[in-house]
């Protein structure tokens, strides 16, 4: 009971902000809380590159055409090490370490989802329109924008720290108008008084570097007042222990620490990618690798979290499907629909959200994928409802242009 | 407006240099590269073959372990192999990266590393990471100035190739090979890849119908690091079939008619306008002027992708003539043209200290978001100067930059003077200013290389 009613105040702050109130007009906000967002839930999202294998991560073992489409070098169901769902679907055994979050109502998944992206099956053009969040493949690289940042847009006042995003590649998801911060873990920078001030001004000259040094400069700035990094000197000692910091195992673990320390401040919003998903030929090693990666993200992420994971939603979302049926090499090729994964305290957890198309010969995309039933931008638009109160129409005009979210269950408790 | 040999130097080459004088005009930059290949011979990559007795021998002890018959010895033999094919794909990066310190021919270094990307390879184990430069001596550089078809010949018949993007396990599923095998099959990877990122380009005129007719003819293909590359008519699969609407190949599977669709692809109009529109924008703009990706397709279609030509219309056209820097270096790119500005020559780069060559070159690419051979897919690189300027990727810049002083010791050079050698009279006067302004040599140094317009080409 006391756990519905923290949800119902949070909803009704939210709710303000969404109406438009800024964070210093809410009544809800004191003066110190200025630099947070207007809302205290949490929203990582997980970019999956490399077309994650839906059917092999979340096994529709109940269709009685599934093991027909598998089964040489790619084994299915609870014979196989799966751990059962809901009497339809199993768990690949390479997340198992998550089944108690499933047990927990902490974990759900949406099937035979995919982008509104059709036919080409090209990754690059796949994942650009899943960070776009658009209907059509966006266009050049000016002037683009990815939906976590337009999300951001339609909330006025933030703070850049409100959205992170995480790593050493440009995360077109959260490029936009809105003020974001970009960030690796690991990455220094120290410079002497002398140095900043004579950088600052050849900088001037260039919009691109003037805007990148001067987050820069904030960041190192923030995050060692925050006291997560060492106070380097501008040398190569100090470039020596990050790239140290950098190369050995476990980025992705570094990775999620980042994100952890973070979202336990003033950060509300963060996205990074996990990469290894391509898995044409000998799946069931390749598979499990990115798996492992992915719940090890996870587990880390509830771990660190501590409190805050009961106030946090994790989406991991990919740019296609595979193949229904393996290929002749142990794998699967580029498909079509897919699943997502939904994860954290706040998370309506347990199911397996579907419209399931069935895998018979006339139920496949094409002949050849599963046939998506629903577009996987309405999970994320459901959960942003939901979690951070944003009104519909935000969602279906401005965030997913063109988004029927109609007939999605509820994703948030 | 004809090149300036500054510009040259810098957009189209692997910068300036105390040491080498700056190409003297695009005519120049041509002839250059129609001659001897100089730097291939001052730092040789040997063949794929080179690798094959290690990779062998790797292979023997994995099949006695599996057996359980491989001894302890077997076991430390193999680790030395693995190691020595470690340090040996080391030797051949500074190989690779020495050229771009000692040439006078820059346009064919960059045109190689443009190539290379294009046709993206990963070393997807250990044992064949060195052959990621040996791919690129084989099967990209010969070509950069020849004919597209030939280079796309050879990258589809080189065994990395055929590794990275699965072709070699792929069979005809109606081959003689899979009959006695039915779980077998084709892998459509390679097939999609050579239509989507080698040749027509995501936008063009292909279908998932082509893409697997495509593979069907791939069936074929086979190499690996022990034996190089063969065609397999057992795996193939039997003919004909449709590529963009016209027959190949008949019953029996033969290469000629892989051959055949490649040299196809190669001169498809929509070939030349993704080769046009892609060498425009990684030598000139982000969003280069519709008039040289014109001029480009042009020169690519009248002359069937005659590359030399094709370089030679980039090189003598306006708009890469022009002296706004747009593009911004990649790592790569970046961290050679600092220490030829600064005077490493070859030879110290060939012989560097693999922990110091790791601390000045290595781990820095990877912070700075370009980890060495190993982009995240089979389309290479980004272009766009926002992926690389981001402030996580900035900072590492201007910290390995600033930092250098710490490599080169006393012979950091005076600020004032290199930045001169580094930009000539593309230098602003903030930056002429703030060289000299700067507290130490080091710091001086770094800023001329950490600026915009060095970072920039």
Redesign the interface.
């Known amino acids: 009971m006391t756990r519905k009613a923290t949800f119902d105040r949070r909803r009704f702050l939210l709710t303000g902000a969404a109406l438009g109130c800024t964070a210093a007009a809410s009544p809800f906000m004191t003066p110190v809380s200025l630099a947070a967002a207007p809302w205290d839930m949490r929203l990582v999202v997980i970019i999956l590159?490399?077309g994650m294998d839906g059917l092999d991560v979340v096994q529709p073992y109940g269709d009685p055409a599934f093991a027909g489409l598998r089964g040489?070098?790619l084994k299915v169901g609870e014979a196989a090490g799966a751990a059962d769902l809901d009497g339809f679907f199993a768990l690949h055994p390479a997340l198992a370490p998550l089944m108690p979050l499933w047990a927990a109502g902490e974990l759900s998944f949406a099937h035979a989802v995919s982008t509104p992206y059709r036919?080409?099956?090209?990754?690059?053009?796949g994942q650009d329109l899943l960070e776009a969040g658009t209907a059509d493949v966006p266009g050049?690289?000016?002037g683009r924008d990815g939906w976590l940042n337009r999300m951001l847009q339609a909330v006025p006042g933030l703070e850049p720290e409100t959205a992170y995003a995480i790593g050493?590649?440009?995360l077109l998801i959260l490029?936009g108008t809105a003020p974001v911060?970009?960030?690796?873990p690991?990455?220094?920078?120290?410079?002497?008084p002398?140095?900043e001030l004579?950088?600052n001004?050849?900088?001037?000259?260039?919009p691109?570097?003037h805007a990148?040094?001067e987050?820069?400069l904030r960041?190192?700035g923030e995050l060692a007042a925050a006291g997560s990094l060492e106070d380097a000197g501008?040398?190569?000692?100090?470039?020596?222990s990050?790239?140290?910091a950098?190369?050995t195992g476990g980025g992705h673990l570094r990775v999620a620490e980042f994100a952890v320390n973070r979202l336990r401040a003033d950060t509300r919003v963060a996205a990074f990618s996990i990469?290894g998903w391509?898995t044409?030929?000998g799946q069931s090693q390749g598979l499990g690798r990115a798996l492992a990666q992915l719940s090890d993200t996870i587990l880390a992420l509830k771990l660190g979290l501590g409190p805050v994971w009961g106030k946090t939603a994790v989406l991991a979302m990919t740019e296609f499907g595979r193949t229904a049926r393996e290929?002749?090499?142990?794998?699967t090729?580029?498909g079509t629909g897919g699943a997502m994964l939904m994860a954290g305290g706040a998370v309506r957890g347990g199911l397996v959200h579907r419209d399931w198309p069935g895998m018979g010969e006339g139920d496949l995309y094409?002949g050849?994928d599963l046939m998506p039933t629903a577009d996987v931008r309405s999970y994320a638009a459901a959960a942003m409802r939901e979690l951070l109160g944003l009104d519909r129409a935000t969602l279906e005009d401005a965030i997913f242009p063109g988004l029927d979210m109609s007939g999605i269950g509820k994703v948030i408790l | 407006m004809t090149l300036d040999p500054t510009l040259a130097a810098i957009r189209f080459g692997t910068g300036r240099s105390p040491r080498i004088p700056d190409p003297q005009g695009a005519d120049a930059m041509l002839a250059a590269l129609a001659g001897q290949d100089r730097m291939a011979a001052a730092y040789p990559i040997p063949a794929f073959t080179s690798l094959f007795p290690a990779i062998a021998e790797i292979k023997q002890v994995n099949d006695r372990r599996r057996a359980g018959t491989a001894s302890k010895a077997d076991l430390d033999r193999k680790s030395a192999l693995r190691r020595e094919l470690q340090a040996r794909q080391w030797d051949l990066t500074r190989q690779t990266l020495a050229r771009g310190l000692d040439t006078d021919d820059g346009l064919r270094e960059r045109l190689t590393w443009f190539w290379a990307d294009h046709f993206t390879v990963l070393g997807k184990s250990t044992d064949t990471r060195a052959g990621v430069s040996i791919f690129a001596e084989e099967a990209i550089r010969p070509h950069v100035a020849g004919r597209f078809s030939d280079m796309l010949r050879a990258v589809v018949k080189h065994p990395m190739m055929l590794l990275y993007?699965?072709q070699s396990?792929?069979?005809g599923?109606n081959s003689a090979f899979?009959r006695t095998r039915p779980?077998?099959?084709?892998?459509?990877?390679l097939a999609?890849e050579v239509l989507?990122l080698h040749t027509l380009g995501?936008g063009g005129s292909y279908?998932?119908d082509d893409?697997r007719e495509l593979a069907e003819l791939f069936a074929g293909l086979t190499g690996n690091a022990i034996n190089g590359f063969s065609f397999n008519e057992n795996r193939g699969e039997p003919g004909p079939e449709t590529v963009l609407g016209r027959n190949y190949g008949r019953r029996k599977p033969k290469l000629e008619d892989v051959e055949q669709v490649l040299d196809d692809l190669a001169v498809h109009p929509d070939t030349a306008r993704h080769i046009a529109r892609k060498l425009a924008v990684h030598f000139v703009s982000?969003?280069p002027d519709a008039e040289l990706v014109a001029a480009l397709e042009a020169a690519f279609l009248e002359t069937g992708g005659d590359l030399g030509a094709v370089t030679g219309t980039l090189l003598a056209h306006p708009s890469a003539t022009r002296p706004r820097l747009q593009k911004?270096k990649q790592p790569t790119d970046f961290i050679v043209s600092s220490l030829r500005a600064l005077g490493m020559t070859g030879q110290e780069m060939a012989e560097m200290d693999p922990k110091a060559f790791?601390?000045l070159v290595l781990?820095?690419l990877?912070?700075?978001?370009q980890p060495w051979q190993n982009p995240?897919?089979p389309?290479g690189w980004?272009e766009?100067?926002?992926?690389?300027?981001?402030?996580?990727?900035?900072?590492?810049r201007?910290?390995?930059a600033?930092?250098?002083?710490?490599?080169f010791g006393g012979d950091m050079p005076d600020p004032r003077a290199f930045v001169a050698t580094a930009l000539g009279d593309m230098a602003?006067e903030?930056?002429v200013f703030?060289a000299g302004?700067?507290?130490t040599r080091g710091?001086g140094v770094?800023?001329v290389l950490?600026?915009?317009e060095f970072?920039?080409r």
């Open positions: 590159r490399g040489n070098a036919d080409k099956r090209s990754h690059f053009d050049g690289a000016a050493r590649e440009d490029k911060a970009n960030w690796a690991g990455t220094r920078l120290a410079l002497s002398q140095a004579l950088l001004r050849i900088y001037e000259q260039d691109l570097f990148a040094s987050e820069a960041l190192t501008p040398d190569m000692a100090a470039m020596q990050m790239m140290e950098a190369t990469n391509d044409h030929r290929n002749g090499t142990g794998g090729d580029h094409a050849r | 993007l699965d396990a792929s069979v599923p899979a779980a077998r099959g084709l892998n459509e990877n999609r989507e995501v279908g998932q893409v982000d969003q911004a790791k601390r781990r820095p990877e912070m700075m978001g995240s897919g389309d980004p766009e100067a926002e992926a690389w300027i981001t402030p996580q990727g900035l900072a590492v201007i910290t390995w600033m930092g250098l002083q710490r490599h602003s903030q930056l703030a302004a700067a507290e710091d770094g800023i950490a600026s915009p970072q920039r």
